[in-house]
């Protein structure tokens, strides 16, 4: 957003604007500039809760204003990311920027970094990306339809899927025996239920399930849909979805960011808040003496 010189109403406090210096001038003009992008930051976050499904704060929160000074005639308002991401709801390293555009424009839905991992480690096939479930796998989702980071962090590390050089963070011998026998410190479940292990399954795509750690999967194992599993209690008494495989998938326009940025009102209020700090100025030094 840029200041136009033909701000509407401008003529209405010609002289009070011909008693302020130039600085004085710029001054006021940043910050109506300022108070345009604020508002319009209020009003792109009200578009996204009316918009999306349960927004997140993350994405809610990641339009940032850099505002506007005396010497610099010029604000934006900019998707970023923040540190806080994890906290939020939102994916650490993915940037929001990406996100709000693909919801704006359409498109091919970019991969998360979890899907990449999963790829690379062999287990999620080519073309496929994933899916929480209909019915979240208790204590997986953050209640916004996302999956939670911790809770993926410990999927992610019990199928060994992180490969970087120097970076272990993959479970152990210990640490999955003890999944194994009581779940580990995320078990949801309590009483007779105890013990948890993950397998992948590929429904007709690989014939049957493949299992990641040592055990013997029966049947119904086989027949399940493409994912990820949790199989809970010994004998698997209880099996559900965690993660779903699914072919990738492509956004439709769904937010119009860019039109509420384009808005005649916005003009307007530019305007009314030009007006407003020329006066506050010109109040606050007084009318000039003549000469």
């Not at 991969?111 to 204590?139: C, M, N, W």
């Not at 999955?176 to 479940?189: D, I, Q, T, W, Y």
């Not at 086989?222 to 010994?234: E, P, R, S």
Request: aromatic share 8%.
């Amino acid at each position: 957003m840029q200041l136009n010189t033909n701000i509407i109403g401008v003529d209405r406090v010609r002289k009070q604007l011909e008693a302020l210096s130039d600085f004085q001038i710029c001054e006021a003009s940043a910050k109506a500039l300022n108070d345009a992008a604020f508002q319009l930051r209020r009003d792109m976050q009200a578009h996204m809760r009316s918009t999306f499904d349960r927004v997140t704060p993350w994405i809610e929160r990641s339009p940032k204003v850099i505002m506007a000074t005396a010497d610099k005639l010029e604000v934006s308002i900019l998707p970023t990311y923040r540190s806080d991401a994890g906290t939020t709801g939102g994916k650490v390293g993915v940037d929001p920027q990406q996100v709000l555009q693909a919801q704006e424009y359409g498109g091919r839905r970019a991969d998360k970094r979890s899907e990449v991992r999963l790829r690379r480690a062999g287990i999620l096939p080519t073309g496929y990306q994933t899916a929480i479930p209909s019915s979240p796998f208790p204590g997986s989702d953050d209640g916004r339809g996302n999956i939670r980071g911790p809770f993926l962090t410990q999927l992610l590390s019990y199928l060994q899927t992180f490969g970087d050089a120097g970076y272990r963070a993959n479970m152990g011998k210990a640490a999955l025996k003890r999944m194994h026998e009581r779940g580990g410190k995320a078990n949801s479940f309590v009483g007779p239920v105890r013990g948890r292990r993950y397998i992948v399954t590929y429904g007709g795509m690989r014939g049957g399930a493949r299992q990641t750690q040592k055990g013997e999967f029966d049947q119904r194992m086989a027949n399940l849909a493409a994912g990820i599993w949790a199989v809970q209690g010994t004998g698997g008494v209880d099996v559900r979805p965690v993660l779903m495989f699914v072919r990738q998938g492509n956004y439709r326009p769904l937010l119009r960011l860019q039109g509420l940025r384009n808005e005649a009102e916005r003009a307007e209020y530019l305007g009314r808040r030009l007006r407003f700090h020329i006066r506050s100025s010109y109040e606050f030094i007084g009318p000039r003496m003549p000469e």
